[in-house]
């Protein structure tokens, strides 16, 4: 004669034809029989659990994997029956639209057993929660709000209150450029550089065209005394407003602050004679003038660096040595 157990892993085996069949409501008499006979089996829980979730009855589902973690844990069940009757938890918690409940059972699930398909379930779900959280936090009215109290409080001088506004501004509307130009301003008198310079860059990735972005990154890698990458910066505002004051008089003071090329004089011409580049400068007629005339009127270079072109070809000089400024 069948003992118990026996006679439950056998209705168990029905339950599960049925299950496989579609028949739910069979599936339940067999796996409740199988239950009743042999009541400390946490499969027999999830199982009939897998059916209410089939029927979706998501609550049904997810009180009876509660239970069947509470039995397998009474009776020492396999770590990974105990996983599995979580995230089945879970994924009820995630048909119901619950997120943060269905992440929750995940990562319970997660902490008994390390199923690597379920890591990027959860690391997935984990994500889209944070995207939505952001979405709904986006106002664009509040943001503003925020920028002009964080305008008023650089005004005064009171740099790190004004950072508080101008973070809470970017969260309220990441996607504006002017945000990370006024965090990026705020951020170069704080003298935190390297925050400052990614806030350019990011206000530049939003809004290619607004030539504040391009100012203040030069600006900053003044600061940085990086002196020929923030000139690169200026011509890339020039190519947009070829008339902007602050870009001419950002190239000028980086021409005036950048050191000079080491070594002698010869030294510079045998480099520079190396450097097509410079060769077809020097080699130009116009070029040879504007020269000629920097160096009887030095006052001349701010006329000439008026036009990027010719500012950009006595920056190459001024790099190379050949032509020095102060």
Known sequence: MATPAEQAAAEKTLGNDFYKAKNFAQAHEHYDKAIELDPSNI??????????????????CI????????????????????????????????????????????????????????????????????????????????????????????????????MKHYNEAVKRDPDNAVLYSNRAACLTKLMDFQRALDDCDQCIRKDKTFIKGYIRKGACLIAMREYSRAQDVYHQA?????????????I????????????????????????????????????????EQMSQDPGAIREHLANPEVAKKIMKLRSAGVVQMR
């Not at 699930?109 to 986006?138: F, P």
């Not at 580049?277 to 020269?291: A, N, S, T």
Request: hydrophobic letters at 30%; one cysteine or more; a negative charge.
């Open 252 to 291: 000028r003071q980086c021409l005036e602050n950048e050191p000079a090329s080491a070594g002698s004089s010869d030294g510079v011409r045998e480099r520079a004679m190396k450097d097509p580049e410079v060769m077809e400068i020097l080699q130009d007629p116009g070029m040879r003038l504007i020269l």
């Open 238 to 250: 020039l190519s947009i407003d070829p008339s902007n004051a602050e870009a001419k008089q950002g």
């Open 43 to 60: 499969t027999f829980y999830t199982n009939k659990a897998a059916c209410y979730f089939e029927e979706q009855k998501f609550d049904e």
């Open 63 to 162: 009180e009876l994997c509660k239970k069947a973690v509470e039995i397998g844990r009474d009776n020492r069940a396999d770590y990974t029956l105990i996983a599995k009757a979580m995230a089945r938890a879970a994924n009820a918690y995630l048909k119901k639209g619950e997120k943060k409940e269905a992440l929750t059972w995940f990562q319970k699930s997660l902490s008994e057993h390390r199923d690597q398909d379920l890591v990027k379930k959860a690391k997935t779900l984990e994500n889209q929660i944070k995207d939505e959280e952001k979405r709904a936090y986006i106002n664009p009215e509040l943001a503003d709000e925020e920028k002009k109290k964080g305008n008023e409080l650089f005004k005064k001088g009171d740099y790190p209150s004004a």
